[in-house]
């Protein structure tokens, strides 16, 4: 969901919409015959039905701005807090024409104070192991609140058999 919300820019609103053919193209799941399977849709479905049940707890890992202040988060929220699907009803009765994700207060306050970097999508996709995904989607985040940190992944990586990731 971060990759759809890099090109939009700050503030990000309080909900996104998708296509599920979007999300299954940036993943690179299979397609056969030019088109992606019933079940690749079922099981994008339920991924983001998983997304929205899962909580996280945060012992002052988030952080957002108030009257130019950090706040550090200290709870257990969800990400995302509801996933609405085409032709399903709105809380207002309305039946969506779009997918739906509304994002959850405490995360879209860090995103919007951009104490969380979005990850970097084509460099995480040239990473060759998942251990390697991992430590980048870990430290990205500890790479904003720490301007001196950069992470080079070497030998594991991309094509060109070095990757370098930095704040930007």
């Known amino acids: 969901m971060e990759y759809l919300l890099t090109p939009k820019g700050v503030p990000i609103p309080e909900s996104l919409d998708f296509s599920r053919y979007e999300i299954a193209a940036i993943l690179g799941l299979k397609r056969t015959g030019g088109v992606y399977s019933g079940k690749s849709y079922v099981d994008l479905k339920q991924a983001l039905l998983s997304m929205v049940t899962s909580s996280r707890k945060s012992k002052g890992v988030f952080c957002y701005l108030e009257k130019g202040e950090k706040r550090w988060v200290h709870d257990v929220f969800h990400l995302y807090e509801r996933v609405v699907f085409v032709g399903e009803r709105?809380?207002?009765?309305?039946?969506?024409?779009?997918?739906?994700?509304?994002?959850?207060?405490?995360?879209?306050r860090s995103l919007n104070t951009w104490y969380l970097k979005p990850l970097d999508f084509a460099y995480w996709k040239c990473l060759r192991s998942d251990i390697a995904r991992r430590m980048y989607e870990y430290s990205i985040n500890f790479a904003?609140?720490?301007?001196?940190?950069?992470?080079?992944?070497?030998?594991?990586?991309?094509?060109?058999?070095?990757?370098?990731?930095?704040?930007?």
């Open 90 to 108: 709105l809380p207002d009765g309305t039946v969506t024409k779009k997918n739906l994700i509304y994002f959850g207060d405490w995360y879209l």
């Open 144 to 168: 904003v609140s720490n301007p001196m940190y950069v992470l080079v992944v070497e030998g594991s990586a991309c094509p060109r058999n070095s990757c370098v990731a930095s704040k930007s």
